[in-house]
């Protein structure tokens, strides 16, 4: 971390966001700068928080589900694609079936 920076990592650190390299750094700067120690104390209300909204926040949905979902949908295109062609093939035999019955020569 620049030192130019370590004002701005102030909300980092009330997050606990920050590496272990950059906490310690930010730690010795806060021993030496009074604003930057304000701010934390500000922050660390909502950081808390933050935190517990985190905990409450009901569990990550299987990671597999969007592509079962993607393969359903998938699945489900391809079922409609086979009857449309399917309805299609059986309008154009039903349509095609008096034209050539009338062009046949009849047997005498």
């Known amino acids: ?5 370590r004002h701005r990592d ?3 650190y009330a997050l606990g966001v920050l590496d272990r390299a950059d906490a310690f750094r930010f730690e010795d700067h806060l021993m030496d700068c009074p604003h930057c120690r304000a701010e934390v104390d500000e922050l660390a209300l909502p950081a808390r928080m933050l935190r517990a909204y985190g905990r409450e926040l009901p569990p990550v949905p299987d990671p597999l589900l969007l592509d079962r979902l ?3 949908a998938a699945r489900s295109r391809r079922l409609r694609r086979r009857a449309r062609l399917g309805a299609v093939a059986a309008g154009l035999a039903l349509a095609a079936a008096p034209t050539a019955a009338v062009l046949t020569p009849a047997d005498p």
Request: no cysteine; hydrophobic share 45%; aromatic share 0%.
């Open 10 to 12: 102030a909300g980092a």
């Open 1 to 5: 971390m620049r030192s130019l920076e």
């Open 70 to 72: 993607l393969g359903e």
